[in-house]
């Protein structure tokens, strides 16, 4: 017998994982439909949660067998219960009004500079704190932008090699991620442009927050080789979701060594899909 049940999370693959989580099942013991794929809005401000509905086969349950009819027993009627006098209730004397209390205004908050940036934090597990202009350049910037953005965000800049890695703090980080991390490549994107522009050389910057990177990539490693796993067992193709260029890298280079598969990229942004292919030859 097939039921469903219908869930809700910000993201689709939350809510997949939370049905699942809550059926106790596997992703290929349910057939996912999209309900409704959600907003993240502008960089990711008023965005709508996505709702997927799993539909997933159960057991047919045993029908109850009816139990025998008891004899009907005819108890007398209770004798009404003689009725108590009610003794009067004692009138209790108005509460006095009290005075209401003056409230004083609260202080007026300080307005926040908007052209101050904020400085530039150093040393990370990983990396060596810069305070380069390039550095000075990347937190002016992002910290305008949260400003206008009315969210609170500090980014800590330190330098791996030639790029800048730059690793957002703050307790709301959720908005600046966005769905499957699309606000956090908008900022990524824009802060590219913002740093870059009039320089002779290209400084490469990577965003980054509550370790959402590597998060996703692993994920990503476990789709990989989940999804390579039925191309061989079945020796048919598989087309994945759309996903951005840096994620089908992943998918690409997760997917080299693995014997008797492929993989290959095929569509137009921002649609572009990686295909594993069966490949008996590799």
């Known amino acids: ?35 409704d794929r959600g907003k993240t809005g502008f960089l990711g401000i008023g965005s709508v949660p996505a709702k997927v509905k799993l539909t997933y086969e159960a057991p047919d349950e045993p029908k109850p067998e009816p139990a025998p009819a008891a ?7 209770p004798a009404p219960k003689p009725e108590r006098p009610k003794a009067p209730r004692a009138e209790r004397p108005a509460p006095k009004a009290q005075p209401k209390p003056q409230t004083q205004p609260a202080p007026k908050a300080e307005p926040r500079p908007a052209t101050q940036s904020q400085p530039v934090q150093s040393q990370t597990a990983k990396g ?11 937190v002016k910037f992002q910290t ?27 307790e709301n980080m959720g908005a600046l991620i966005g769905h499957r991390g699309e606000t956090l490549d908008a900022i990524q994107q824009l802060t590219g442009y913002a740093v870059n522009k009039g320089r002779s050389h290209r400084a490469r910057i990577h965003v980054d927050a509550e370790g959402y990177r590597a998060r996703r990539e692993e994920s990503l490693n476990r789709l990989a080789r989940k999804t390579a796993g039925k191309v061989v067992k079945y020796r048919r193709n598989i087309t ?31 649609n572009r899909r990686t295909v594993v292919a069966y490949d008996p030859s590799k």
């Open 1 to 35: 017998m097939l039921k469903y049940m219908e869930f809700t999370a910000k993201t689709e693959d939350e809510a997949i994982a939370k049905g699942l989580a809550y059926l106790g099942l596997d992703r290929d013991d349910v057939s996912v439909e999209i309900l």
């Open 71 to 77: 004899p009907v027993v005819e108890k007398p009627a």
């Open 128 to 138: 060596e704190g810069v305070d380069d202009d390039v550095a000075a350049a990347i």
């Open 144 to 170: 305008g932008l949260f400003e206008h953005m009315g969210v609170e965000a500090t980014p800590v800049v330190t330098k791996e090699g030639d790029t800048y890695q730059v690793v957002l703090e703050g």
């Open 240 to 270: 994945l979701e759309a996903m951005n260029a840096y994620e089908r890298h992943v998918i690409h280079t997760a997917l080299q060594d693995y014997p008797g598969v492929s993989t290959f990229s095929t569509g137009t942004e921002p």
